[in-house]
């Protein structure tokens, strides 16, 4: 298993995903299975997952908004900067899928459980995995 990670403070979003997917694209040696984005409140996330698909369309992508900023083994990024990086992991014996399910405002134990059941079963199709008990949720 091969972990690779790229970050900046640039605040236009599609600069910052352009020189963020160049960083990566230097330091991989292979397809990521999977790409983990962060990113401060400054970023947009519908450009930011846009940008990713195109620059890795076979990989399965993950993102979030971090409250402050973030950090790799570089250093940290953001607190106080508009920020954005990802982590990658790439690994030729590993299936991942992804899956979000939305919740309805003030969902109940009912509503989080069968979410949590469609996206679950979305993501171990996506895996090719249907059925599987997975190793990491």
Same mark, same amino acid.
């Given at each position: 298993?091969?972990?690779?990670?790229?970050?900046?403070?640039?605040?236009?979003?599609?600069?910052?995903?352009?020189?963020?997917?160049?960083?990566?694209?230097?330091?991989? #040696?292979?397809?990521? &299975?999977?790409?983990? %984005?962060?990113?401060?409140?400054?970023?947009?996330?519908? *450009?930011?997952? @846009?940008?990713?698909?195109?620059?890795?369309?076979?990989?399965?992508?993950?993102?979030?908004?971090?409250?402050?900023?973030?950090?790799?083994?570089?250093?940290?990024?953001?607190?106080?900067?508009?920020?954005?990086?990802?982590?990658?992991?790439?690994?030729?014996? #590993?299936?991942?899928? &992804?899956?979000?399910? %939305?919740?309805?405002?003030?969902?109940?134990?009912?509503? *989080?459980?069968? @979410?949590?059941?469609?996206?679950?079963?979305?993501?171990?199709?996506?895996?090719?995995?249907?059925?599987?008990?997975?190793?990491?949720?």
């Amino acid at each position: 298993m091969k972990i690779t990670t790229a970050a900046n403070e640039i605040a236009d979003t599609r600069l910052a995903i352009e020189a963020m997917v160049h960083a990566l694209e230097l330091r991989l #040696t292979e397809k990521p &299975v999977i790409l983990k %984005a962060s990113y401060t409140e400054h970023h947009d996330p519908n *450009i930011i997952l @846009a940008g990713l698909q195109a620059a890795f369309p076979d990989t399965q992508i993950l993102g979030g908004s971090t409250h402050e900023g973030l950090f790799t083994e570089q250093r940290t990024f953001g607190f106080g900067k508009p920020a954005i990086g990802a982590l990658t992991i790439c690994d030729d014996d #590993t299936d991942v899928g &992804v899956a979000v399910e %939305a919740l309805p405002e003030n969902a109940s134990n009912d509503d *989080i459980t069968a @979410a949590l059941s469609i996206a679950l079963e979305r993501a171990e199709m996506q895996a090719d995995r249907l059925g599987e008990l997975p190793d990491l949720i």
